[in-house]
């Protein structure tokens, strides 16, 4: 007990409390080799109240309970009273912090502010590494990132100051691996404005991808809600060993779910394949299960975790978590809504693509299927990095088959580029020579950024239009992504899988059985890569690149620019008028696939993504128009004229006419981009009428006040003419579970009336009627 109440003191005395913290300077770091980890007052005696409230839960619930339920239900506002029903009931939660990358952050510190709050009321950080477009290399591709985005970074660094958030600087890393290396720890509760924020469930925490407002919420002290969600096991048995790696876990799991199969549900691995896999390998298959619908994934607390902390600079965490471990793994018996069961021992390396993350190909067999389906198989650029595979041991590994390749006079016969996770990776792997093999291979080595993943790529080496294959490390991989080129037919796979195919040239290559040919003739195969999973050495901690905000920042200004097209300080949405919504043009009804990169664009437009005005100018234009197969041509209906989706949306606004967008299945899947709720709610519309919505985008656009519903029978989809008016019906009878009427005006006179379904609760309802989340936020505080 000494011992216990000894290392809770030291944990005090890290953590701090109130608004305070630890910040070790980059001297001290060298001189003590500590590593840069920047403890919060995330409440770590949180686990004396984690334990707390899963006591009462299974008191109430009388049942084993999953280790997902026990963090997310350890994390409710009443555990007394709160009513859980898997896939039903909505919960109100205490999510311990809150981190927002640079893109997201601007319209959530916008929505803050608008809030009239004083200071965050949760330990919040900013992280810049969205907006640092990959041209020449790192160096020059951060100095020039800070040079274009410095109105932002300026924006971003005086908010938080100003309001409490710790800053992030550019150069410093991707926000996921920086929460792995810092905030992530077993049995945390985080919530992050990026959809790959489920990355930390490879340190055993519950970290969930949100909208800005969802954030502006937790920040705001109000209980966050989130729909309970359903648990499907993953069971793993055998070891990982040879070519097979932690990406090719998850990159199965996505060919059996499929991209919508995890919808509404927490995948929540386990069994004795765990143990066999590194934490920053589980991040890696927590990370992707975004591309699947989660909610989050999680590990169970084991030997590999602790590892990792005390490796960061957290050995206290790791020996308080050692003593509540019983919290931080699943009860015997508890049950799960569905169970999938993968054998490591025989599971093979795999490679998913193209244009969408759940094609999943053994690759022994990507090169048949490539040449029976007409894909490119000469590979152009191969792609690894990313916060999905940025860890030191997925550079070791990368670097383990480059080094093979040079030894026998080889390079890589595609262009290659490496983006480390954080400002410690790079230190790391150019301190312990992986950097230089990579180089020396053929590699560009990028900023600590998201870079080409998330559409920052300056690409030149083929046009648009131009047909190509280039193969990632990457979680994403619908049209147009990385580059811009719609005719990209870009695959995911591991980071030694891209290195292989980038020295073959070709995706018609196994590693695994097929030889590579030396410049004297020699044939030989690759040996199966190895990389450590953690530096022998402490991580080497790179340039400081936190800004810590002061203890009092009340007497800080926030500038922004009335004349700035970067920046916009936010109008309050208008009110429901207390009537239904009648005579509502359809602006577009939406052909297939429609993810967030449809509805609101990345790559050159995530400069606006402060500015809602400007950056509503990409509304939809990457949606196909059911009328006639195009992208950004639809039909004016006051002029009859065709023009571009945002300039027909604009027309009907100023001529006061509302309107409504139809979609198809998953709609709104992808990333947590509230941008594509915010656009079509500034330019007039009212709801989005669809088969199915992705979790994230449905929560996003009831915090707006529009109207996401759901057929009541998907086949109603193709009773939708692209020139109906609908009215929508029953809004003055708004309630949870309660239908609502869709009455169609056809052009030839006729009228059809069809049942939508919706999933608001009351407390969003009430979102709806004041205009939004953020209208009925003000409203309370009066």
């Keep these: 007990m000494a011992t216990y109440c000894l290392t809770v003191a030291r944990l005090q005395l890290a953590l701090g409390h109130g608004a305070r913290r630890l910040h070790i300077s980059t001297a001290y770091r060298a001189k003590a080799k500590v590593s840069m980890s920047r403890f919060e007052p995330t409440s770590f005696i949180s ?29 409710l506002d009443d555990p007394h009273n709160q009513e859980i029903d898997r896939g039903r009931t909505y919960l109100r939660l205490r999510p311990d912090r809150v981190a927002m990358q640079d893109a997201t952050a601007q319209m959530a510190m916008l929505q803050f502010i608008s809030s009239g709050l004083p200071k965050v009321a949760v330990p919040s950080t900013i992280h810049c590494d969205h907006l640092i477009e990959a041209q020449v290399g790192g160096l020059e591709d951060l100095a020039r990132a800070k040079d274009v985005n410095h109105e932002v970074y300026n924006f971003l660094s005086s908010a938080g100051a100003k309001y ?48 800005g407002a969802d954030a502006v919420d937790v920040m705001a002290g109000i209980p966050w809600e989130l729909k309970c969600p359903n648990v499907i096991g993953v069971k793993l048995t055998g070891t990982l060993s040879g070519w097979t790696s932690p990406k090719d876990v998850i990159l199965k799991v996505a060919g059996i779910l499929t991209v919508k199969g995890g919808t509404g549900a927490i995948i929540e691995y386990h069994g004795p394949g765990v143990d066999s896999i590194s934490c920053t390998g589980m991040a890696t298959i927590c990370n992707m299960g975004a591309e699947i619908g989660a909610t989050t994934s999680v590990f169970p607390y084991n030997h590999r975790m602790r590892t990792y902390l005390k490796k960061t600079g957290r050995a206290e965490i790791a020996a308080v978590a050692d003593e509540y471990s019983d919290l931080l793994v699943p009860d015997q018996g508890c049950e799960y809504d569905q169970i999938i069961e993968l054998n490591l021992d025989e599971l093979k390396p795999h490679i998913n693509g193209p244009f969408t993350p759940d094609l999943a190909h053994p690759v022994s067999e990507v090169g048949a299927a490539a040449q029976k389906n007409g894909w490119p198989l000469e590979v152009k650029v191969g792609l690894i990095g990313s916060c999905t595979n940025s860890s030191y041991e997925d550079m070791g590994r990368a670097a383990s088959v480059a080094k093979q390749a040079l030894d026998k006079g080889l390079k890589c016969k595609a262009q290659f580029t490496v983006t480390p996770g954080s400002e410690q990776i790079r230190a790391t792997i150019e301190r312990d020579g992986y950097s230089k093999i990579l180089g020396d291979v053929g590699g560009v080595v990028l900023a600590n950024a998201c870079g080409p993943c998330i559409g920052q790529w300056d690409r030149r080496d083929v046009k648009k ?3 190509n294959t280039i193969v990632t490390s990457y979680n994403r991989n619908f049209t147009a992504r990385n580059d811009a080129n719609p005719a990209t037919h870009a695959f995911v796979t591991s980071p030694e899988i891209v290195t292989a195919l980038a020295i073959a040239g070709t995706l018609n290559f196994n590693p695994e059985t ?37 203890a009092d920042g009340s007497s800080l200004k926030v500038d922004v620019n009335p004349q700035s097209n970067r920046l916009q300080l936010l109008e309050p949405f208008d009110k429901w008028h207390r009537n239904d919504l009648e005579n509502m043009q359809v602006l577009i009804k939406v052909k297939g696939k429609c993810t967030t990169d449809h509805i609101s664009a990345a790559g050159p437009w995530l400069k ?19 009328e006639n197969d195009a992208v950004n041509k639809i039909k004016n209906h006051l002029t009859g004229e065709y023009g571009g989706v945002p300039d027909v949306a604009r027309h009907y606004k100023a001529n006061g006419i509302s309107w409504v967008v139809v979609g198809d299945d998953n709609y709104g899947e992808g990333s947590s981009r509230e ?10 519309g009212r709801a989005i009428i669809v088969k199915s919505f ?25 009773k939708i003419r692209p020139d109906d008016k609908i009215s929508i019906r029953g809004l003055k009878s708004f309630a949870p579970g309660k239908p609502l009427t869709a009455v169609l005006k056809h052009s030839d006179g006729t009228e059809e009336t069809l049942q939508l379904n919706h999933s608001f609760n009351e407390t969003q309802i009430q979102w709806f009627q004041a205009g939004s989340a953020l209208n009925r936020m003000k409203e309370m505080q009066h």
Excluded at 520 to 544: A, T, V, Y
């Design 608 to 626: 606006f993504r402060g500015h809602l005005d400007n950056i509503s100018n990409n509304m939809l234009i990457g949606a196909v128009n059911s």
């Design 47 to 75: 686990y004396e109240k984690l334990q707390s409230n899963i006591d009462i839960v299974r008191k109430r619930l009388n049942r084993p309970l999953t280790l997902s339920e026990k963090i997310v239900y350890g994390h």
């Design 514 to 550: 097929d030889y590579l040919t030396t410049p004297s003739g020699e044939k030989f195969k690759l040996e199966p890569p190895n990389g450590d999973e953690l530096p022998s050495r402490d991580f080497d901690p790179g340039q400081d690149t936190y800004q810590h905000p002061p």
């Design 694 to 718: 992705a979790r994230i985008h449905e929560t996003n656009l009831k915090k707006q006040g529009l109207l996401p519903l759901t057929f009541n029978n998907p086949s109603d989809y193709d």
């Design 465 to 467: 239009g131009e047909k």
């Design 675 to 684: 941008h594509a709720a915010l656009e079509p709610r500034h330019l007039g």
């Design 164 to 211: 409490g958030v710790g800053f992030w600087k550019p150069g410093s890393g991707i926000i996921h691996q920086i929460i792995l290396e810092n905030y992530a720890y077993p049995g945390v509760m985080l919530i992050g404005t990026d959809s790959h924020t489920p990355n930390g469930g490879g340190l055993g925490s519950i970290c969930i991808g949100v909208g």
